[in-house]
Each structure stands twice: as C-alpha cells, then as structure tokens.
C-alpha cells in the first residue's frame, strides 16, 4: 500500500506559496469532504450562538464521545444562558461531574453571568467583544465568533495543530510558544475566508478523522496532494513533533471518612485550584516519614481545625491526572473536638450519606462514595 501511495505523488507545493486559485481549490476540496462525510453532532444541528459556546467548552480536552454523554443532559438542566447565569456555581459543577477539567464550567458560569449582566443576555459576534468577557479566551472566542456567527476568525485546537504541522511539514515541537504563534498565523492564512463556519469545522473534522495522531489515512485524503508531509516523509505520523515530557510524579494521599453522629464531613476546594469548586473527603498528602494516621491528624488540624481518631482503613483508590498520579489510602476517622474552620478550604459541612450524591465530588472521591454507599445501604 505504500509503495502504491509513493507512486502516485507529486511535489506539494508550499502553502503559504498558493495562488489564490489553488487555495481556493483546497477549500473547495474540503469543505465539499466536509458536507458529505462530517459527523453528525447534536451541536451542528443549531445555530444557536449559547449552545455551539457551551459545546466549544466541553470539547476542549475532552474526547467527543464523553461530550456526547453530558451535552444533552446539561442543557435540559441550563436550556438558555440566562438560567446558567441565575444557577449557583454549585449546580453548574453538578451538572459537569465527570468530565474533568473543572474550569471550564467555572470559567463558563462566570463569563454567563458577566454576559447576562453586561450584555443584555445575549453573546457578542465580535472576537474582540467576545475576549473582553470575563471566562472567555482566544480559542473560544474564535470558535464562536466562526461557528456560530460566520466571522472570519481561525480556530486552531489539537486537531488542527496536527493537520497544519503536517501540510506544513512543520519539525518543530507544536506546543512551542513560538510554533503555536506560527500556527495560529498559519490557520487565518488557509481560513476559506465567508465560510469559516464551514471551513473551521472541516479542518477539525479531518484531524479528527482522517489526519490522526497515529496511522493517518493519507490515502483517501482529500488534501493530501497539498500535504507536505504525506510528499516529503515516509511517515507522515511523526508530525506534529512532541516536546519530551518529564515523569509524572507519584503522590500517597490519606482520605478521612469522618464520622459524627451519623454524618460524614466534607469540604470544598477553593476555586483558585486543582479541581477548584468540588467537595471532597477531607485530608492530604502523606510527608515522608509520615504515616497515613499521622496524616490524617496533621491535615484535618492544618485544614479544619479539628481533631479526629482514625479507625479502620477502608479502601485504595488509584488515579491519574495529566499531570500527578495518586494513591488515596482512604480510613474511617471519628470526630473528637474542634468547631470546624474553613483553614485550607473554602466551606465545610456535615452530610448524611445520602446526601453525597447530590454534591459535586472529583472521580476519585467518587469511587469512594459509590463503596461507601454500597455498604451502608446493605440491608
């Protein structure tokens, strides 16, 4: 199949050296890929400029398989953008438990609410309008500005990274400040300038699809013959180049189910950080030389002021983020003494139970609740 593919190629010329003509013809090829073959998503079926905004917001680091899960269901829950704005930020992190990346619904809760306040309720077409809004920054503001108002604004994500570095035949690491700057001029260069609605979509769309990260389908691609990298390489999937990643640290956690007369206590992480906003079981990373009781002491002191008596280890949960792996060691804790303090956190509160599920908790801490829950609901 190789061989085959080698044979039928020609010299691609330099896209940033196409005539009008040809760059027409390269728009003409993908948009026309575009309208025959794109998914068919919930959020192309509408033009409504709230709707494609919060579906911008989920799709970024965020597979569209998963979005598809949550999309429908938080629009039922917040149909307009008056009503995210009215919700408590609570109900907003509700709504998005699971997906990870809790900012983005932060950061889309905030920016509903200056636009409800500021803007008449109603998002600006302008990018530079959309930039001003508290929450909103260059991607999504491009994404709108495009996809729901047709201006003519580039819209560069992971996929469209890929799929210009290649055409490109661009060897230097993607995420480059530099190289993301030289993308970003690359992608209003190529933008098929009046369709950009289209237009930006079909670039996401064949990254998506056909340019991918690993065994690209350069041989049914519309754009291959302007692809440098499909001409020039063997291997077109060593593009974009990949900046060397250190090792990912490791961290042992101890987890606090603390007990007092038939409630557990619970605390919220402040908004500034890690999975800001999201309840959780209290407690924190175990120093070295440190026991997880010890622990377990020291952070509920340091976080909560309070004191506690550990009791029975209840379970391990192992998890990744993109950045830090854990190890919650998870113990059953009675409460001593203390008035609980807000320390290292910004709210507290005693819960039954069956009042964790209506809380919004990371999915590690979910895991615990779903044991937990499982036990104490055993008849």
């Known amino acids: 199949m190789q061989r085959a593919i080698k044979a039928r190629k020609k010299r691609a010329p330099r896209l940033n050296q196409l005539s009008p003509h040809r760059l027409r013809f390269l728009h003409k090829k993908l948009l026309a890929w575009y309208q025959a073959e794109h998914r068919d998503l919930p959020w192309r079926r509408t ?28 629009l039922e829950r917040f149909p307009d953008l008056n009503t995210l704005a009215a919700a408590a930020q609570d109900e907003v992190l509700k709504a998005w438990e699971g997906m990870g990346y809790y ?44 996809i729901a ?108 189910l603390v007990w007092h007369a038939g409630k557990l206590l619970v605390d919220q992480r402040r908004n500034d950080g890690l999975l800001g906003g999201l309840w959780e ?22 976080e909560l002021a309070v004191e506690v008596e550990v009791g029975d280890y209840f379970m391990t949960v192992e998890h990744a983020y993109t950045h830090l792996r854990v190890t919650l060691n998870v113990y059953h804790c009675l409460y001593q003494n203390g008035a609980p303090q807000a320390l290292g956190c910004q709210n507290w509160r005693w819960v039954q139970p069956a009042e964790l599920r209506q809380l919004a908790f990371p999915n590690a801490n979910r895991r615990i609740i779903d044991r937990l829950l499982d036990e104490v609901m055993e008849p």
């Open 47 to 74: 033009r409504d400029p709230y709707r494609i905004w919060v579906s911008e917001v989920m799709l970024q680091q965020t597979q569209t398989i998963k979005v598809l899960d949550y999309y429908d269901r938080f």
């Open 103 to 146: 900012a983005r619904a932060r950061h889309l809760h905030r920016a509903a609410k200056y636009i409800g306040a500021h803007c008449r309720g109603r998002l600006p077409r302008d990018y530079e309008a959309l930039l001003q809004i508290p929450g909103i920054g260059p991607y999504t503001a491009a994404a709108v500005s495009s």
């Open 149 to 256: 108002f047709n201006r003519d604004h580039a819209v560069v994500d992971g996929n469209v990274e890929r799929v210009l570095c290649r055409w490109f035949r661009i060897q230097q690491p993607a995420k480059a400040a530099a190289t993301k700057k030289m993308l970003h001029e690359l992608a209003q260069h190529v933008l098929a300038k009046g369709q950009a609605r289209y237009w930006n979509q079909a670039v996401m769309e064949l990254g998506a699809r056909i340019c991918t990260p690993r065994a690209p389908k350069c041989e049914i691609c519309v754009a291959m013959r302007y692809c440098r990298a499909f001409q020039d390489l063997d291997d077109p999937a060593r593009l974009p180049v990949k900046i060397q990643r250190p090792a990912v640290p490791h961290q042992q956690i101890a987890i606090g």
């Open 281 to 302: 079981f209290p407690g924190g990373k175990i120093e070295s030389g440190e026991t997880p009781a010890a622990a377990l002491r020291r952070e509920l002191r340091e």
